[in-house]
């Protein structure tokens, strides 16, 4: 099984949609632990990618994110905006020129994305971070595919280990970004940004389901 240049434009299409359909749950979750602004980064820089979405749709893959991470970084602003658009300018390096991907395509997609937060941000699993969602996420997706998993069976276990990372940013105190300001006072809350990860892992399952 391959991942083609057209699901790739649904999962930016689909992640648009559900970060529109989660704006004002996304800013909530930013409200006691930050500015209560990620909803209406995320969704508005989302927005903007699937609008210039038919811009370079006969582009190649690696164009198409690179697209995405410029948009993102222009339109988001805040620490979501840099990290997110740094994940997307470094998978589009990983998938430069290919207008199909393999499941190794699709893995080094995500491995030197998620790379490219963490050059960025310098956070750790524990620190209640976007990286608690993605670091297991990525380790999943790649146990499965060692397993001799299908691309499709490797993102839905890459999806529930998000999920999962997801919830447990809820004990942890924040270490990094505007959270760890509040100390003690973050523990409780669950991260946006690992939350917003996790939607946007979903909608790249659902696009290459579809
Ligand atoms: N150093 C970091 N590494 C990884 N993720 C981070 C880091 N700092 C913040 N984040 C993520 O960013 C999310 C907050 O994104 P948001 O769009 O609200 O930006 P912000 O913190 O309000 O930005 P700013 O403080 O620059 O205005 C957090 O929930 C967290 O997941
Ligand atoms: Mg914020």
Redesign the pocket.
């Known amino acids: 099984m391959t991942v083609t240049k057209a699901q790739i434009i649904d999962w930016l299409g689909k992640s648009a949609a559900v970060l529109e359909e989660n704006k004002a749950y996304?800013t909530e979750?930013?409200g006691p632990?930050?500015?209560?602004?990620?909803g209406?980064?995320?969704a508005r820089g989302f927005g903007a990618v699937a609008e210039n979405l038919p811009d370079v749709a006969d582009q190649d893959i690696g164009s198409i994110l690179k697209m995405t991470a410029m948009t993102l970084m222009s339109k988001?602003?805040?620490?979501?905006?840099?990290?997110y658009g740094n994940f997307f300018l470094r998978a589009a390096m990983g998938v430069n020129g290919k207008e199909t991907l393999s499941a190794d395509d699709l893995n080094k997609l995500l491995e030197v994305g998620v790379g490219g937060?963490?050059q960025?941000?310098?956070?750790v699993v524990g620190?209640?971070?976007?990286?608690?969602?993605w670091t297991p996420a990525l380790a999943a997706f790649q146990s499965s595919l060692t397993a001799g998993r299908e691309i499709t069976a490797a993102m839905r276990a890459c999806v529930d280990a998000a999920e999962q990372g997801m919830k447990d940013?809820i004990p942890l105190q924040?270490r990094?970004?505007?959270?760890?300001y509040l100390g003690e006072r973050s523990i409780g809350h669950q991260?946006?940004?690992?939350?917003?990860?996790y939607l946007i892992l979903n909608a790249l399952l659902e696009a290459i389901e579809a």
């Open positions: 996304l979750l930013d632990i930050g500015d209560s602004d990620h209406v980064n995320i988001v602003g805040g620490a979501s905006g840099m990290l937060i963490v960025r941000g310098r956070a620190d209640k971070t976007m990286i608690d969602a940013t924040a990094k970004g505007r959270a760890s991260d946006p940004g690992a939350t917003s990860t």
